[in-house]
């Protein structure tokens, strides 16, 4: 069972330069999610999804863009990479409208912009 | 809007002692509470899902309860290992679509 494959694991960027945040989960699940963790501000949410086609902002989409043309692959790009987007980025999966299962999550992308 | 908190923030206890990870939230109004394990440097992993029907969840050593009037969360760890050592991150669902809110987090270090 892979679960929340996330690629790459690690990233330099420097400023102005775009990127692709990859995401896959092989669980058929319709709700996808983009975090980022930064160290005292705990995990927020970027963009999420509740199936192909469908996405929506979350708490702090401003500088990022995502798609859903499948329901396996949730990819989040940088238009224009700035060091405030230097974080630790977090996909996630789970079933909609489901109260009884839970979230998985990937390992993560730890972002730099120099 | 949803706020969570989590006390306290770190905390570090010997070996085999039973502890108490606090979580909060300001709505009641929830669809279900999980609670993480985030090793550093790495994902999270899912430890218990609470359904907000529900009063308590358990596995193995870990035993979650959720007081949903209250607006409270426990996690209690039994005979704490050193292998327990992580943050533990507690999440609340809102409502049927899947956005869940995060509190900051409880570093535990549990030493030998």
């Known amino acids: 069972n892979a679960g929340v494959t996330q690629t790459p694991k690690f990233q330099v960027l420097k400023t102005g330069q775009s990127m692709t945040l990859q995401c896959a989960q092989d669980?058929?699940?319709?709700?996808m999610s983009w975090y980022r963790q930064d160290p005292g501000m705990g995990l927020r949410l970027i963009h999420y999804?509740?199936?192909?086609?469908?996405?929506d902002q979350g708490e702090v989409p401003n500088g990022y863009n995502v798609s859903r043309s499948t329901t396996e692959d949730f990819p989040l790009r940088l238009l224009s990479a700035a060091p405030s987007q230097t974080s630790v980025y977090f996909c996630?999966?789970?079933?909609?409208?489901?109260?009884?299962?839970?979230?998985?999550f990937g390992q993560g992308t730890r972002l730099t912009v120099v | 809007k949803q706020e969570v908190t989590q006390i306290p923030a770190a905390l570090s206890v010997p070996e085999g002692e039973n502890l108490v990870l606090n979580c909060s939230f300001t709505?009641?109004?929830?669809?279900?509470l999980q609670w993480f394990r985030q090793d550093p440097g790495k994902g999270l992993t899912s430890l218990l899902l609470?359904?907000?029907?529900?009063r308590e969840q358990t596995s193995g050593r870990l035993n979650a309860s959720l007081d949903k009037s209250s607006g409270r969360s426990t996690l209690y760890i039994a005979a704490s290992q050193p292998g327990d050592s992580a943050t533990y991150l507690c999440?609340?669902?809102?409502?049927?679509?899947?956005?869940?809110?995060f509190g900051k987090g409880t570093k535990l270090s549990v030493k030998p």
């Open positions: 709505d009641s109004a929830i669809y279900n």
């Open positions: 999804s509740v199936g192909a086609g469908i996405t």
């Open positions: 669980m058929n699940h319709e709700y």
């Open positions: 996630a999966s789970s079933y909609e409208r489901a109260a009884n299962t839970e979230a998985f």
């Open positions: 999440a609340v669902k809102g409502g049927s679509q899947g956005n869940l809110i």
């Open positions: 609470i359904q907000s029907s529900q």
